[in-house]
C-alpha cells in the first residue's frame, strides 16, 4: 500500500542520535531588565505588578545570560534575607554565584543580593547588600511554555512508547488544533514520518482537553487496514496516516508543563547535552 511505505522506508535505516539545536531566542526571553533604578522593595513590587517576579537564578548559565544583557549595570536579583531565600516562590535556593568574602552582612544590613558587572573577577558575581540601595534590577517573565529547542531523537519508538515518553519528560504527545500549528511542526520537525498525539476511534488526542475539531488527514486515510490502525504519523508534507500503534515513528512531543499553555509543539528529543533546555535520556 502506498501510503504505508513510509514507515518501511524509516525503520531499516540505522540510527544514531542526532541533536538538532536550534533555538535561543524564547529562553532567554523570559526576563526583562529594568533600567530605572529602584531599591529591593520596589524592585520586587514592580516585576510582582508588571511581571511576574524579581528574576531566580537557577544556573550558571542563567547567571552568565543575565550579565550579558545588564549593559554593564549592577543590578539586584530576587534573592533575599537570611537564610537566603527567592522572591518567586517555589524556586529554591540550590546555586549561588557569591563573589569571595560574600556575603558578609556588612553593618548588618546587608539583606538583598546585587550582582556586579564589572569587566574583573568579581564580574557575575553576587554580593548582599543594603536594600535601601537603588539599582536597575530583572523581572521574570515566566517560562517559555516551549522552549524553541529542537532536538531530534532518532529512535524510533511505538506510539504507545513514544506517548509514555512524552508524558515522562515532557507533557504529551503533541495536539495539533489548526492548519498553522499543523505546517509550523512539519517545519520544525527534522525527521518524519512521526507521531502524533491523536489515536483511537472514535479519534482523540493523547493531551486531554484537547479536542479533535481540526484535521489534516491524507487522501483514503484514514483506512484503518486490517482493521488495526488504531494511531496517527504525520508525514513529510503535514498529512496524517492512521497506522499501527505498534509500528515506529519518530516522536514529537509537547514540552509545555501546562496543558492549557498554548504550545509551539517541539520536536523531541535527545540523548545530547542540551544547554539550557531539559537533558532527556
Ligand atoms: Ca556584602
Ligand atoms: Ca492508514
Not at 31 to 46: D, H, S
Not at 193 to 200: A, S
Not at 225 to 253: H, L, P, Q, R, T
Request: with cysteine; glycine share 4%; proline share 4%.
Amino acid at each position: 500500500m502506498q501510503q504505508e511505505s513510509h514507515h518501511t522506508s524509516v525503520t531499516d535505516i540505522a540510527f544514531d542520535l542526532l541533536c538538532v539545536f536550534t533555538e535561543t531566542s524564547n529562553i532567554t526571553a523570559r526576563y526583562t531588565l529594568i533600567e530605572e533604578p529602584r531599591n529591593w522593595t520596589e524592585a520586587q513590587q514592580y516585576c510582582r505588578e508588571h511581571h511576574i517576579d524579581l528574576v531566580s537564578i537557577k544556573s550558571a548559565s542563567e547567571n552568565e545570560d543575565l550579565v550579558k544583557k545588564a549593559q554593564g549595570k549592577t543590578f539586584w536579583i530576587g534573592l533575599f534575607n537570611n537564610p537566603w531565600k527567592w522572591s518567586h516562590q517555589g524556586d529554591n535556593y540550590t546555586f549561588h554565584n557569591w563573589n569571595t568574602g560574600e556575603p558578609n552582612n556588612w553593618r548588618c544590613n546587608e539583606k538583598c543580593v546585587e550582582i556586579a558587572v564589572r569587566d574583573d573577577p568579581s564580574r557575575g558575581k553576587w554580593n548582599d547588600q543594603d536594600c535601601k540601595l537603588k539599582r536597575p534590577f530583572f523581572c521574570f517573565d515566566g517560562k517559555d511554555p516551549c522552549p524553541v529547542c529542537v532536538l531530534v531523537q532518532l529512535k524510533l519508538k511505538t506510539w504507545t512508547e513514544a506517548q509514555q515518553y512524552c508524558r515522562e519528560h515532557h507533557t504529551d504527545l503533541v495536539s495539533i488544533k489548526n492548519a498553522s500549528e499543523n505546517e509550523d511542526l512539519v517545519k520544525k520537525a527534522q525527521v518524519k514520518p512521526f507521531w502524533i498525539g491523536l489515536f483511537n476511534n472514535p479519534w482523540k488526542w493523547s493531551r486531554q482537553g484537547d479536542n479533535y475539531t481540526f484535521q489534516n488527514w491524507a487522501d483514503g486515510e484514514p483506512n484503518n487496514e486490517k482493521g488495526n490502525e488504531k494511531c496517527v504519523v504525520m508525514n513529510e508534507i503535514g498529512k496524517w496516516y492512521d497506522s499501527s500503534c505498534s509500528s515506529k515513528a519518530f516522536v514529537v512531543c509537547c514540552s509545555g508543563k501546562d496543558p492549557s499553555l498554548a504550545c509551539v509543539p517541539v520536536v523531541c528529543v535527545c540523548a545530547c547535552a542540551c544547554v539550557r533546555v531539559r537533558v532527556c535520556v
